[in-house]
């Protein structure tokens, strides 16, 4: 096999169009494989290492030169290459009914050796006949929630919208490009309205206005899509929600940040082929794939209009919008031929843009129609042609928004240019905060705000309510060039009591208090603002004393939104500024949340640990026991994820006697849950079912507020060690029947951590019973949901469970590679709660695979570590596949290993592990049934078999009563066959 194969090679440049082989279809430039013409789903890795496959078929590719291809920034070892080869030979049924597209030369690399040929075209689909109508198709409200309200007419965009409605559903990039102010968000709302039906509602709508950090671009794009982000990559959770859905996003507004949406766009097409995306901006995003949609102007008279009928002149959609509007502001007014001759011009002075007519036809509402073309025509008449340049984004529309501001009286100007501060909605109380001063008195505010709504300089917010309003993303930066054109007083002091605002908003006892968390719909609206904020007074010119305050009340919005990372920037920032708030309350929550961010987005650092004390300390201090609660329990899994049972199980004790002291049952559930969990993994099973059936009868109904309060979920992780506890007691029937209803709570409370947790745990149940087939669906649900939240040592664990089940079944193949790099990634990011199992895992594997010297040497190193750490629960079954090592030795000690197995069922006994028991009974009843022992054999696995009355279906059991079976048939056990006829197998 070499490149003199007589499948002839393909160059890099012949691939820019599809290729097929098999059932397969290779579009590189799309990054779409399709089997039978479905969208196959593969990992980035996997693809690149498809199409460097694929680009020299019949050629042997050495490991290092697919290492550098495939993984060009980073270094890698060769078990990341046959981890991805194997999931890509799965993944195309490679062996399967003879099927061969990959081939391997032992210790030299791989070939792709399938037949290539060129892919028909594909040919295009024809746009739809007609646009939907505005009333076709029902569809949810609900599901049109996260779009705009539309208008109630459109004016002249018919034929825009035929075309966009047509072509947006077979185009993966569509981009309306215009001047500002000339209808382009007007005819993306439209348009996704009209297109609902379509996309089964799924239409998502993305207002960039308000954002002004191009980092942060992604997060929006997640909020509006609903996915909770709890990792430092957030396209990585967009893409696991998107990936295979059939949906309509749109960007609005994202000329000041089209860089950043560039890069985004293009890696959504890359990723998620179902996925349509309607831009608007001032310029194109200038990707591939993009198709541009020209937004003009509308339509007016071009040349004198004295020779027009009345119904000609409103044929004209700017003619007939200005009047609609100037109507709309005034009832009284009457709009004859000459006076629609002079709106005619009017319209041409202002070359048909949607928004200075507007504008304009208001002034008319209120000046008369003659003032305000005088007006108009002295004003405007050079203003215009500079317009027409590309003018950077500070002077959008500046000649209309001059003339708008200088019609206005001093304390309206002084309104409009304060409003200017808030990013997105506000209400009546944020703006009157805001704007009064000795220069505008609260009365003078309220007027100057009513009149700046009725001149449309000041719209209602179409996405809140009537009480809340917002700047048109032009008006707001005018009107903020003009507050920083009065100097940076009066700027910093209008920024002062905006944050201000929000730190007394935030503070309020209804919004702070752990049980009232109802208002957080609100403040999700008002990030824009609370980001603003802090940005400000962290700032140069700031108030680091405000910026720690409302850092530390910004925390249950952030991790409410589940926005980890920015919560722990910014508890981080105000940490370095903490001087006059040491050892209060403001203290406390900016360590809690940076212990917690700091855990689930870095790994568990020692930094995590010192916040997480230092809130325990400042909580103890003041008395604070609720809070010193939640640190407890934040510390406790803190110590457990590293490892660490000893510490964490005084953590526990600790959180048992402050329950005590709050002396509620909520506290009580929560202690007795962390205590019961300690207990378990101390190895006292008894100890531990009494604690967490104990937390879960005081607990109330998992809630989601309380999940964000303490950062889990108790009631659910106490569920979950509940099964595994029971388990290990033999009630395996019991212990399947609480997992299962733990999980099911799990998903409804929409956490992904407690979600994750809750599958990982009872997998351990799937996995012990020998439940295989259960395993695998736990398994997949479980991974789905770490990829799709990009949760790392949850995708890390993924491959380690897999390499276990893979044992389990006997096939070790890729097995041990698996378990062997899940164990490197798990540890480089201090995570070590599944060290042991994965270890015992890859044990087995050995001794599968004849490496028993290896296995052992794993083995004792468990051992010791459990030994050390706290991790006794472990222990019976360490001891008992030691002893299996051992006995698979060439030169084995039976003694020693019979020594073994009577330290197991000591261990066992001793923590009430019958689980444990029996796995080690049955060894030790076939060592002395191979030693000629079997009345010995028979008298110790009997009794422990009628001991258990439940879970007779799992692999344990069987197993046992298979050996009794055997034993029975043997000379020299006094009763034969017959007392075992009775059991129900």
Known sequence: MSSSSQIPPVQVSSLEGPVTFGPFRLTVGERLLTRDGAPVEIGGRTFDLLVALVEQPGRVLAKRDLLKRVWPDVVVEDGSLRFHMAGLRKLLGDGENGARYIATQVGVG???????????PVAEASPLAAPLPRDGGSYSMEAAGRLPARLPRVFGRDTDLHLLTGRIPETPLFTIVGAAGVGKTTLAVEVGHMLMPHFAGKVRFVDLATLEDPALLASAIAGALG????????????????????????????????????????????AAPHVHIVATSREPLRVRAEHVHWLGSLAYPDTAAEGLSLDALLAFPAVALFVERASA???????????????????????????????TAVRVAAHGLEATAQLLGERFSLAWAGRRTALPRQQTLQATLDWSYNLLPEAERLTLERLSVFLGPFSIDAALQVVTDEEVPTDAAVLALDELTTKSLVSPDRLGNASTYRLLEMTR??????????????FHAVARRHAAFFVAKLEEPAFSDRRCLDRFHYFSRQLGNIRSALDWSFGPDGDVALAVRLAAASVPVFTNMSLLVECRDWCARAVAHLDGHRDTAVEIEIQAALGLALMFTRGNSEAAETALRRALAVATTLGDHWNQLRLLGRLQIFHERIGDYATAHGWADMAVKVAGVIDTPEAAAVAASLAGISHHLAGDQSRARQELEFSIRQSMPSDRRWTVYFGFDHRNRSGIALARTLWLLGLADQARAVAARTVREAAGLEHAVTHCIALLWTLSVDLWAGDLEKAEVSLANFARAAEVNALGPYIAASGGLRGELAIQRGHVGEALDWLEESLA?????????????FSLALAQGLMLSGRQEEALDLVDAAI?????????????????????????LPDRNSAEVEALLQDALAWSRRQAAKAWELRAAIDLARLWMDQGQPARALALLRPLRDGFQEGLDTADLRAADQLLLMLADLPGTADGGGALSAWPW
């Not at 990634?825 to 199992?837: C, D, G, I, K, Q």
């Not at 010791?864 to 698979?888: H, I, Q, T, Y």
């Open 110 to 120: 791989y070939a792709f050796v399938a037949t290539l040929q060129r892919a028909a």
């Open 864 to 888: 010791g570590r459990c030994a050390g750490n706290g991790e006794l629960f472990s222990m019976p079954e360490l001891l008992r596949v030691k002893a299996d090592v051992l006995r698979a």
């Open 227 to 270: 996915a909770l982000v709890q990792s430092e990559d957030p396209m990585a959770v967009i893409l696991g929600h998107i990936r295979q859905e059939h949906l309509l996003l749109i960007l609005d507004n994202c000329e000041h940040l089209v860089d950043a949406v560039s890069r985004v766009v293009e890696r959504l097409m890359d």
């Open 329 to 359: 502001g005034n009832s009284a007014l009457r709009f004859d031929v000459d006076a629609v001759r002079v709106v005619s011009d009017m319209c041409g002075r202002l070359d048909g843009m949607a928004l200075p007519i507007e504008l």
């Open 825 to 837: 990634r798990l540890r480089a990011a201090r995570y070590e709660l599944l060290t042991t199992t």
């Open 477 to 490: 930066a005018y009107a903020r060039e003009k507050l920083l054109g009065r100097g940076p007083q009066a």
